[in-house]
């Protein structure tokens, strides 16, 4: 708060003020009043010293108290920016010279690194700039940056290669190809977002402060106009002209979209804020515009729509053989197996059958790996040999050794398969003894959170590498409204492409260099910040944490952004009507005593009505700070809906708001005057 109150002062300047027209049209009016109540100190008189005075103050109030909207708004990402830059310093980086000789290690400022460099990161040493793992695998604390404490596992190749300057190695070495240069990092890029200094105005920010500004200049027009019809009218009635320069000063500065136009940057400013307390780095305003837009979500199953691990549900025995005998030979070759899916049988199996306590070591077990040579895995012991697989190479290992491949046990792998399912073969001493039922488990409330998307005319799209039969029955499970089976990066960035040929935003998530092509297409890109470099730069925004559900989330704030502007545009726009109640009767009121009957609010006389009105739309900014920066509470309706509610909302309650307030404001003044 200190540092926001501190911020409005400085934002006084002019340089400043002419970055927003609307508040640089009461930033001037503040300047004019205050230069007529100088003047009427030397007894050049447009309207009383006091009064004069009063109008002036409260345009004063009015800039301060927009400068203060913009300030509280940026308030917290500055404190983030604060903390980033804490994180960022330079350090003592071991440069190699040649990556295949650790005895050529150079050591180096963090600051004087460039691209293509490469260094050694060892347990406890700070990683001294953006890069590619190219050897080695760790783990990395990134907790300065995401605020996540737990370390993620960073490791060359695949997608978990990317590092981040700023980070620390908590257990074993990296070696790091540099992709950065100084002053343009992840981190660096990250404080100047946070802190504001890159935010641009988006398209729909513009396009509003454009129409802000052609009323305002419909409303200086209609002013002057005011001011020559009262003086012609004064002069035949022979009268002295009671409408002062100052009082249409405050005429202009109320009939204007003040409000808005106050609190528009704050508002923007507070979506990205919002952003970067998701931990979601935008890379642009207008990706969170695009966001709130979007009528297509491309999820990725694995870890958004499904948990990422497969788990046995069902031990399917088939022929003759015993349910808890299937169970008993799947769980012995299980035991040594530390996959989740491994895990899941070991615990169906005490679960089911009660089968625990055994020990290995005992039991002389002689376990088979997994290998993607043989793709199957057991355990041999006692002259027995216990294996589970895959259905076609079961099948062939069965009677390759002179075993049967029974029909039931066909039956049950299609069965599996067309529930979605993964089946997985058991076989003892060449018998196939039944099927293990493997499912990829849909995340809880999934498929609600989808028809809430729905309600909102937001297509959801499951993107699965599984079979057409398999991503059919997950997709009905989940309840998306459609799906991409057998997905290659080609036919991810050519579904994309066709929906914005039809017209519509697509947004969608990615952390691979395959993905990278999907990302640049899209108009919402989130990339996860484990994902490669070439996603993160394809991408317009990162998500710190990477969880492919936050694309949802995205969602949410972006259309909360869309309806907050919408809602305070429509309350500010409302206000004028009741602002012309109480001061264009006060006004002409002396010209006019006919214009009395306009005046139903009752007010006390032509210059409380307008110091009532000012006051009020001084007030009105701060009092709309808060909401501007929780946004107005989103609401998963379709959109005519939504419409209809904030226009009954902030359109009625825009007219009726000025009315109790202005009346409460001018009583008061009536006690002074």
Partial sequence: MIRAVKDSFVKFSPKYQAQNPVMLLVYVSAILTSILWGLSLVGIQDASSGYTLAIALILWFTVLFANFA??????????????????????????????????TIEIVSSATLQKGDFVIVRMGEQIPADGEVVE?????????????SAPVIRESG???SAVT???????????????????????DKMIAMVEGAQRKKTPNELALQILLVALSIIFILVTISLYTFSAFSANLAEKNNPVSVTTLVALLVCLAPTTIGALLSAIGIAGMSRLNQANVLAMSGRAIEAAGDVDILMLDKTGTITIGNRQATEFIAVDDVKPEELANAAQLSSLADETPEGRSIVILAKKEFGIRGRSMSELALNFIPFSARTRMSGVDFEGHEIRKGAAEVMKHYVEQHGGTYSKSCEDAVKRI?????????VAQNFKVLGVIYLKDIVKQGVKEKFADLRKMGIKTIMITGDNPLTAAAIAAEAGVDDFLAEATPEAKLEMIRDYQRKGHLVAMTGDGTNDAPALAQADVAVAMNTGTQAAKEAGNMVDLDSSPTKLIEIVRIGK?????RGSLTTFSIANDLAKYFAIIPALFIGLYPQLNQLNIMHLHSPESAI?????????IIIALIPLALRGVKYREVAAEKLLARNILVYGVGGIITPF?????????????M
């Fill in 417 to 425: 398969a067309e529930k979605g399912g993964t089946p997985l073969v």
């Fill in 136 to 148: 080695g695998a760790a783990s990395v604390d990134e907790s300065a940056i995401t605020g996540e």
């Fill in 158 to 160: 695949g997608d978990r």
């Fill in 70 to 103: 913009e300030s509280i708004a940026e308030g917290k990402g500055k404190a983030q920016a604060d903390t980033l830059r804490a994180a960022k310093k330079d350090v003592a980086a071991s440069k190699l010279k040649r990556i295949d000789d650790l005895d």
């Fill in 165 to 187: 300057g700023g980070t620390t190695v908590i257990s074993d070495a990296l070696i790091i190809k540099v992709t950065s240069i100084p002053g343009e990092s992840f981190l």
């Fill in 611 to 619: 110091l009532s009105a000012i006051i009020y739309n001084a007030a």
């Fill in 560 to 564: 909360q952004l869309l309806m907050t």
């Fill in 660 to 672: 109790i307030f202005i009346k409460l404001i001018d009583m008061s003044l009536a006690i002074f």
